[in-house]
């Protein structure tokens, strides 16, 4: 057998088995983008960091079928399934690349959109509300206070209603801790704005290194399709290889 076939088809079913593992990872990556816009979606106004997300999880369930069909297509030499499998593998690439460009655009916005959305939200706060809610758990696992610092309470409504206090949620030890601004050492002094900036961008940036990555194996895919479809158009037609 034409030793260009050979290693392409041990080529493709590596890839195959690669697919398998890869649709699970995209799958992960996706729901995970999904699970931390959950965790902070009272401060996001856009739904854009979703739309990469539905794609991932779409591509990756379409990579774990295609690894079938491409063991299947690759151990028979057919060139039907082969040809489909090129097809699958172009629409997968295709569907990478608009993820990657969803992410890209919206690592730009997200900075934006956070100071917009928080701003609007801690501004709702009043100790009872879902956005109360929302704002207490946020200090509260990232450590931090207030928007930009701790200081952004005081145009709050509740700064000035409660004893110009900040919220408990603020509060490093909250036994010892009145929620006065001249009491720092009590208190989380990072914004959370940049917290929530910088976990989401580091989200975004992890999902689009998967996907560069996936997407440079589908191009090796193409090509050893491309390979053993040429090999056997010349094998039916007649053209053999000269060896020496």
Not at 134 to 163: E, I, K
Not at 199 to 211: E, F
């Amino acid at each position: 057998m034409d030793c260009g076939i050979i290693t392409s088809k041990t080529v493709l079913l590596l890839l195959s088995l690669i697919f398998w593992a890869a649709g699970a990872a995209l799958a992960y990556v996706g729901a995970y983008i999904i699970r931390s816009y959950t965790n902070f979606e009272a401060f996001l106004e856009d739904k854009y960091v979703m739309i990469p997300a539905v794609i991932i999880i779409c591509v990756g369930v379409a990579m774990f079928l295609l690894g079938l069909l491409g063991c299947c297509a690759t151990i028979s030499e057919s060139k039907v399934g082969l040809g489909l499998f090129l097809v699958v593998i172009l629409a997968l690439f295709a569907g990478e690349v608009a993820a990657m460009t969803f992410c890209f655009i919206y690592q730009g916005k997200i900075t934006e959109d956070l100071q917009r959305s928080m701003t609007d939200v801690f501004m709702k706060y009043d100790g009872q509300s879902t956005e109360s809610v929302a704002v207490d758990h946020l200090q509260s696992q990232l450590q931090c206070c207030g928007v930009v610092n701790l200081s952004s309470w005081v145009s709050t409504p509740w700064y000035s209603s409660h004893n110009n206090t900040v919220p408990v949620s603020c509060c490093k030890n909250q036994t010892e801790c009145t929620g006065q601004l001249d009491q720092p050492q009590f208190l989380f002094t990072k914004g959370c704005q940049d917290q929530v900036d910088v976990l989401l961008q580091n989200v975004l940036s992890y999902a689009m290194l998967v996907i560069l990555g996936f997407a440079i194996i589908k191009v090796f895919g193409m090509l050893s399709v491309c390979v053993i479809t040429c090999r056997c158009n010349d094998r039916r037609n007649g053209y053999h290889p000269i060896y020496n």
